[in-house]
């Protein structure tokens, strides 16, 4: 049997994993709980306020890829558990250059699957379902579809993916995936796309859309994926993969829309910009084996959710968020700050 008596989250500081850290302290049993975080570009300090106050919570700024750290914050606090959360997340940034997500993604998950393997510790690895691939409508994809990632993101991602599988057929070892759709929720990286099409709708900006638009995500709201994830590493058994979504399929346009709508602006506002390269175009999958597991749905109605949502990104924009708009915004996963380990040294001439 898992618990989550003495939890570490690797990422916590980011989008997500600041929201997993506060459904974690709302257990009651939980009496230690350590964020791991290198605070790049996508962890903010400022997404553990209020949490930071709990005498139950410690912040560790550091590397997923440092083993001898990870073995050793494991050990303090007799950990019963990891929910891997660290990694490079966004799609465009991967097409300029990969070299992040295969250090952090890829060497960084094996170090952390090393140092739980030597402490004897279950870890619960967060992927997305991009690691699928596109699938036309109305197929979804489960958990033993095949991997199909269309990016270096999503690449990096499912080449994880496979070494926690492996290290569960080679090891034994106790681990678990989950696999999830576009979050949308609070703290959200500025960068990303519900949070950039705010941030330009307040400003009266054009609202930067790729292409026709029409690509298709399925949104779910991030509490509802935490939920998921401890479900999933409580009860679903080592070596499973699980599939997390909202039933809320929609397309970029359409989210667009709604975004001026909430806030009365004309539609006007929309703009096309040239496509990215390989962009995929409908991500869906199916989550019954999450439901059949756990009895796990999701909570929370879009259409009484994303609006609060959107109203309190809007209350929180700064004038370093206006200052940082992307010419287009990554319409993919909203996942977690990322882990870069130092570059090797250019060899002597």
């Known amino acids: 049997m898992r618990s989550l008596r003495s939890i570490l989250v690797t990422g916590g500081a980011g989008f997500i994993g600041s929201s997993l850290v506060r459904h974690l302290l709302a257990v009651p049993q939980l009496e230690h709980l350590v964020v791991l975080d290198k605070l790049t570009y996508a962890g ?3 997404n553990l306020i209020g949490p930071d106050q709990d005498p139950r919570l410690r912040f560790v700024e550091g590397d997923i890829g440092d083993a001898p ?8 606090v007799t950990a019963t558990g990891v929910f891997h959360l660290a990694a490079e997340s966004h799609v465009d940034r991967s097409i300029e250059n990969s070299d992040d997500f295969i250090l952090t993604n890829v060497y960084g998950t094996s170090r952390l699957l090393d140092a739980c393997r030597t402490t004897g510790v279950p870890l619960l690895h967060c992927s997305t379902d991009e690691v699928y691939g596109s699938i036309d409508p109305p197929g979804k994809f489960t958990e033993d579809s095949p991997l199909q990632p269309g990016s270096a993101y999503s690449a990096s991602k499912a080449s994880a993916d ?25 703290r959200q990286h500025d960068e990303k796309f519900i949070p950039t099409l705010v941030r330009h709708a307040v ?6 859309i790729y292409g026709d638009g029409l690509q298709i995500r399925d949104w779910i709201h991030v509490d509802d994926h935490c ?7 409580l009860r679903g058994p080592a070596g499973h993969v699980f599939n997390f979504g909202g039933h809320c399929e929609r397309t970029n346009l ?5 975004i001026l709508s909430i806030f009365g ?6 703009s096309s910009v040239p496509d990215r390269p390989g962009h995929d175009r409908r991500y869906a999958i199916d989550t019954t084996k999450a439901e059949h597991y756990f009895a ?9 959710a994303f609006p609060s949502v959107v109203r309190e990104l809007a209350a929180n924009c700064t004038a370093e968020s206006f200052a940082s708009s992307p010419a287009a915004p990554d319409d993919d996963d909203g996942l977690h700050s990322r882990w870069a380990p130092p570059r090797p040294a250019d060899p002597a001439p």
């Open 44 to 46: 903010n300090p400022g």
């Open 69 to 76: 750290l990870v073995v050793r914050l494991l050990g303090e």
């Open 162 to 186: 496979l070494l926690c599988l492996a290290a569960r057929n080679t090891h034994g070892q106790d681990v678990v995936i989950t696999r999830c759709t576009n979050n949308y929720g609070p």
């Open 203 to 208: 400003q009266d900006l054009s609202l930067p």
């Open 227 to 233: 939920r998921g994830m401890i479900a999933a590493f």
């Open 254 to 258: 359409g989210i667009a829309r709604t």
């Open 265 to 270: 602006k004309p539609e006007s506002l929309i």
């Open 296 to 304: 796990w749905r999701p909570a929370q109605s879009f259409q009484s």
